[in-house]
């Protein structure tokens, strides 16, 4: 199904920008924070609340931030604290902030920089933290390793556990930390997806061969993911069985960069690419799927439907995400600085 966009769309971005994350620890109502990416001016973080008449998107705090910013994440216990990883002249760079109380102010006050995660010497591509609530490690990933931190914000402190490193082909370029098992991340490599043991610090196991863009744990569904991938759009695994792919959804017509699992009902699921189109999946995965050992190329392959492509863009999408407070919302992001927030109850009845 085609359409376009009858969603909310928020106009306070000034710049380019890539990263949306939804504020989870706001039980209140329905928040997100995304931050811009401008080679000159001062970078902003943009606190955004879906207003109590549901109408429109309001700005409840902007902040300066020093830098470009390539990721973001909120803290899933505190809602005043995120990640940022950011560039400057001098390289990349990782911190964790704190937001102060706004109270209407209309000046723009200064973040509060909790600590930095330094010691990185490779290129910082990702910041995680534990997505189902309060949690005293965080993970960050450069392009050749992995490490543990032990973190304190109310003592603004953070300090390397463990450390992993990949091999020197694979590139690391992101990842997802499995909510059904804290021990266990999935990072993504140029051509693979590696899922790491945080206890020993080495990888167990991977998918070989794939250039991945983006991985996502389902939240309500053990051992199950969904990549975004170059070569095949979107794919969903068992990580008991990763010889073969569950099922295959076609993505988008140019690169399928974002892949996310809707945090309540367990077969939607989001897509976003480089064709200005944000997808609705009805991602069913059944128990026949699981115990076939069949690739998903065979003949009994059966594509997912297409529940609705949202196209009321002009430029690529790089940022997605559900609302955790109201799960049938979700906010996406367009390079160009376009917040739209769309809801997606008329498709709830066909799960």
Partial sequence: MQGGSSGIVYGGLKYQARCIADVRADAGSTTFLAGTLSLKEE?????????????????????????????LKSCPFDHRI?????????GYGASVWKMPEVNGQSNSPQLDQLFELSGHRGKIRRVIWWPLGKHDKLISIDDRNIFLWSIDTSNK???????????????????????????SVAAISDSSLQLWD??????????????????????????????????????????????????????????TWAVRHNPEYDELLLS???????????????????????????????????????????DSIYGIAWSSHDPSLFASLSYDGRVVLESVKPYLQRK
């Fill in 198 to 255: 945080l206890r020993s610090m080495e990888k167990s196991t991977a998918i070989e061969h794939a250039h991945i863009r983006d991985v996502d744990y389902n939240p309500k569904k053990q051992n199950i993911i969904a990549t975004a991938e170059d070569e095949f759009g979107i794919r969903l695994w068992d990580l008991r069985m990763l010889k073969h792919p569950l099922k295959d959804l076609p993505g988008h017509s140019h690169w």
């Fill in 157 to 183: 402190s953070a300090k390397v556990i463990s450390q992993g490193s990949a091999d020197m082909l694979p590139n690391l370029r992101g990842g997802a930390w499995d909510p059904h098992n804290h021990n």
């Fill in 82 to 90: 995120f990640s940022t990883v950011y560039t400057s002249g001098e």
């Fill in 272 to 314: 976003a690419g480089t064709d200005s189109t944000v997808n609705l999946w009805l991602a069913k995965v059944s128990s026949d799927d699981s115990e076939s050992d069949s690739p998903s190329g065979s003949p009994n392959r059966q594509e997912e439907p297409l529940l609705n492509s949202y196209t009321d863009y002009e």
């Fill in 43 to 71: 970078n902003e973080v943009h606190l955004i609340r879906l207003s109590p008449a549901e109408g429109e998107l309001v700005c409840d705090g902007l902040f300066y931030h020093p830098d470009e910013i390539w990721d």
